[in-house]
C-alpha cells in the first residue's frame, strides 16, 4: 500500500491515536535502533528540565518560571497535574487559544529554575531541531522479507524522558485537525543511510503530543513547536479504516522494504503565535519568588538562601532573586524585595 496516498488525511490519526490521552502511558520518542542518545555524555540540548508531563499522557514546555505551554486537543483542565523535574504542581489559570491547538498555563507555586523563551522568526524551514518527550522508546523491528522498514511502538509503561533530533521541512498555514486550525511545521522520520537523517533521528509517538521542538538561536535554545500529528498506517486490507490503525514509525515503504518511505509528523507553529504567547505570559510580581503571587516570609527564606550569590544566570537568575538582572544578589536586589514585602499580585 502506498502511505504517501494517505497523507491527505493524516489528521485522522488523531481521532485514533493521539487523541486517546486517556490514563494510558505516555510513549514516547522513536529512534533508529542503533540511535539513541545517552543523555548523560550528549550536551548539545536544552536541559532536561524544560520538558515536563502533562498529566499522564502528554508532555508541556515550561517558557517562564511559572508558566507552561502544551497542545489542547488532549484532556486537561484546572485539576490537571503537571510534572516538571519530579516535582508535581497544580494549575492556577488556563488560557486556550480560540482556534489553534494551544494551551497556555499558569502553575501555582511554581518557580522553574529553567525554562525556554519562544522561537518567533519565521524561518524555521532547513533548521535542525531537538525533540523531546516522555514515555516508552522503539518497540520491534519491522520487516519484510528480512529488510528492515520501521519500528512498532513500544508497549511497556515508561516515565523515561526521551530526547534526539530531526530537521524541519515545510511548514503549512490553518491545518485543520478535530476542529482545531494550526499553522504546522513539519519533518520526517529518514532511514539511517537515506534522505537526511540527523545524527539522533526520531519521531514522535502516540501520546507524544505537547512535546518540544528546540532550535539554537545565538546559542540559545527556543521553542518552535508542540507535538501535534504523525502519520497514521493501517492493516493491510483496512485502509483508511481507524479501528485498524498500526502503532509504528516507518522509513521505508511496508511492500518494498527497498523503497524509501519516511513518515510525515509535524507540530504547533510556534512563531505564528508568538504574540498571542507573549500577550498573555503572566507577569511575575518582584520578590514573589515561590511564585503563589504574594510576597512574604517563604520568599525572603529564598532569598535568604541566594545571599550572597555572585554567578546569577538567565532565565531565571538565582531563582528570581537577582532582580535587575546584574549577576549577583546584593543591597540592591533586598532593596527591591523589601519594597514589595507583603504586596499581591493581582487576578488575571
Known sequence: MNHRAHKSRLFLLLAAALLLTVASPAPGLVFHSDGEPNLATWTDRPPQNVIGRWARSASCIPISRNCVITTRHQDGNINTIVEIDRTKYTIAQIWEHETADLRLVKLFGANLPNFVGIYEQPNEPGREIVIGGYGVGTGAPLKTNGKTYGYEWGHIDSRALRIGTNRIESTQDDNELEGLTSDVIIADFDGLHEGSPTTYETIPAIYDSGGGWFVKQRRTWKLAGLSRAVEPHYEQGHDDDP???????????????????????????ISSYAQWINDRIPSVLPGDLNG??????????????????????????????????????????LAQFASHWLTANPPH
Not at 479501528?243 to 507553529?269: G, K
Not at 538562601?305 to 546569577?312: G, K
Open 243 to 269: 479501528n485498524h490503525v498500526l502503532y509504528e514509525s516507518w522509513f521505508r515503504d511496508r511492500s518494498d522494504p527497498s523503497t524509501a518511505d519516511a513518515d510525515y509528523f509535524d507540530a504547533v507553529r
Open 292 to 333: 503563589d503571587d504574594y510576597v512574604d516570609i517563604a520568599d525572603f527564606s529564598i532569598f535568604a538562601r541566594q545571599w550572597p550569590r555572585t554567578d546569577c544566570q538567565p532565565p531565571n537568575p538565582c531563582l528570581g532573586a537577582d532582580s535587575e538582572p546584574d549577576g549577583d544578589v546584593d543591597w540592591l536586589d
